[in-house]
C-alpha cells in the first residue's frame, strides 16, 4: 500500500516514521547528568587564595629539599676508574690481548671512615643493555628451571642458542656477556702485611629474583653438574654456570652475581651491585680512613665499544645511595614558587587600590 510522504513528521531530521508509530526523538533525556546539571565546583583565583599557595609551596619544599641535600652529601663515596687507556694507568697493560690473564693494582686513598654497610659496585660506561634485541635474548622458562627449556631453548636466544649441538645454558646475549672481573679490596696497615677486606658474595640480589625467578634445575639430591647435563656453556664464558660458585646455594641459574647481571640496566651507564662490606660492630668503623689497594683480574673487554669501567665504594640511608638530585629538585621548585608569590603580591599592592587600573584576578 502507498505512503504518503509529509517533512511535518519527521522528528528532529530523522526517517518519516509509520503511520500509528510513535515518532523517534533524539533529545537526550532530561537528566542532571545527561544534560550536565550535576553540582560543580570551579575555583575562582584571586589574590587572597593564590599568594598564600605559592608561599606554602615554597615553605614546604625548600626545607624538604635542603634535608634531602644535605643527606644525600652525607654518604660516603668514593670511585675508581680502572679502564686503562691512560699510558701512566696500572691497568694499561691489560689492553693488550697478548696478555691473559692481567691482573692490574690501583691504590687509593680513603680521606674519611667509611660507617655501617658499605656496598660494592661495579659500573659500565656505554654499553645498552636497554637494546631491544638485547633484552629480549634470553630464556625466562630456562632460568626458572624448567626441564624441557634447558634442553630446549627459545629462539629469542638466537645466535646464543646452541654451540657444538648442544643447548647453551643459560642461553641468550645477556648471560654471554655476563661480567667477569674479579676485584679484591686491601687495606694497607703496613707495606709487609696487607689486611684483605672480607667480601660478601651474597645478599647482593633481590629476593623475588634469588626465590622466585631464577631456579635450578630440579633434583635436590642430585648433584648440580649432573642436572644440568647434556648442555653446554655460554661462548664467552670460561666455566660452565654450575661452578660459578664453590657454594652450591650460590651457583647455577642462583648465582647472585648472575641474576643481578641478568637484570638489565636503562642507560648506557649504569653500576651493579658486586659485593657487601658488613659492619662488624658499631666501635669501629666499616672501612677506616687510609690506603687501600684494589686488586683487579682484568678480564671483560670494554676498549672495543669505548666503554669504561670502574669500581664504586658508596654508603646508603634512608634514601638510598648518593644522588643530589632530587634534593636540588625540591629547592628548585620551592624557590621558584616563593619568588613567584612575592613578584604577585608586589604586583598585588602596587595595583590593588589603583583608580586607573581594572581590579586584578589572578
Known amino acids: 500500500m502507498a505512503m504518503n510522504y509529509n517533512a511535518k513528521d519527521e522528528v528532529d531530521g530523522g526517517p518519516p516514521c509509520a503511520p500509528g508509530g510513535t515518532a523517534k526523538n533524539r533529545r537526550p533525556d532530561n537528566t542532571a547528568f545527561k544534560q550536565q546539571r550535576l553540582p560543580a565546583w570551579q575555583p575562582i583565583l584571586t589574590a587572597g587564595t593564590v599568594l598564600p599557595t605559592f608561599f606554602i609551596i615554597g615553605l614546604i619544599f625548600i626545607p624538604i629539599g635542603i634535608g634531602i641535600f644535605v643527606t644525600s652529601n652525607n654518604i660516603r663515596e668514593i670511585e675508581i676508574d680502572y679502564t686503562g687507556t691512560d699510558p701512566s694507568s696500572p691497568c694499561n697493560k691489560c689492553l693488550s690481548?697478548?696478555?691473559?690473564?692481567?691482573?692490574?693494582?690501583?691504590?687509593?686513598?680513603l680521606e674519611q671512615s667509611f660507617e655501617g654497610n658499605v656496598f660494592m659496585y661495579y659500573g659500565l660506561s656505554n654499553f645498552y643493555q636497554n637494546h631491544r634485541r638485547y633484552v629480549k635474548s634470553r630464556d625466562d622458562s630456562q632460568l626458572n628451571g624448567d626441564p624441557s627449556a634447558l634442553l630446549n631453548p627459545s629462539k629469542e636466544c638466537e645466535p646464543y642458542r646452541r654451540n657444538e649441538d648442544k643447548p647453551i645454558a643459560p642461553c641468550g646475549?645477556?648471560?654471554?656477556?655476563m661480567f667477569n672481573d674479579t676485584l679484591d679490596l686491601f687495606l694497607v696497615g703496613n707495606e709487609s702485611d696487607p689486611t684483605p677486606i672480607h667480601l660478601e658474595r651474597k645478599g647482593i640480589a633481590w629476593w623475588t629474583d634469588k626465590n622466585v625467578k631464577f631456579r635450578n634445575p630440579p633434583g635436590a639430591d642430585i648433584p648440580l653438574e649432573e642436572r644440568f647435563k647434556g648442555t653446554?656453556?655460554?661462548?664467552?664464558w670460561v666455566k660452565p654456570v654450575y661452578r660459578l660458585d664453590p657454594d652450591e646455594d650460590n651457583s647455577?641459574?642462583?648465582?647472585?652475581d648472575f641474576i643481578v647481571w641478568m637484570r638489565t640496566a636503562a642507560l648506557p651507564t649504569f653500576r651493579k651491585l658486586y659485593r657487601l662490606i658488613e659492619r662488624k660492630t658499631d666501635l669501629h668503623p666499616t672501612l677506616p680512613a687510609g690506603r687501600y689497594?684494589?686488586?683487579?683480574?682484568?678480564?671483560?673487554?670494554v676498549h672495543s665499544f669505548d666503554g669504561r669501567k670502574r669500581m664504586i665504594l658508596s654508603t646508603i640511608s634512608w634514601m638510598g645511595g648518593k644522588n643530589p638530585f632530587l634534593g636540588i629538585a625540591y629547592i628548585a621548585i620551592g624557590s621558584i614558587s616563593f619568588l613567584l608569590g612575592v613578584v604577585l603580591l608586589v604586583i598585588n599592592h602596587k595595583y590593588r587600590n589603583s583608580s586607573n587600573t581594572a581590579d586584578i584576578t589572578i
Not at 646475549?173 to 656477556?177: P, T, V
Request: hydrophobic content about 30%; aromatic content about 14%; some cysteine.
Open 232 to 236: 653446554t656453556k655460554p661462548v664467552n
Open 97 to 109: 690481548p697478548n696478555v691473559t690473564p692481567c691482573i692490574c693494582t690501583i691504590n687509593f686513598t
Open 173 to 177: 646475549a645477556i648471560a654471554n656477556s
Open 252 to 256: 647455577g641459574f642462583i648465582n647472585e
Open 293 to 301: 689497594y684494589l686488586n683487579i683480574t682484568y678480564n671483560y673487554p
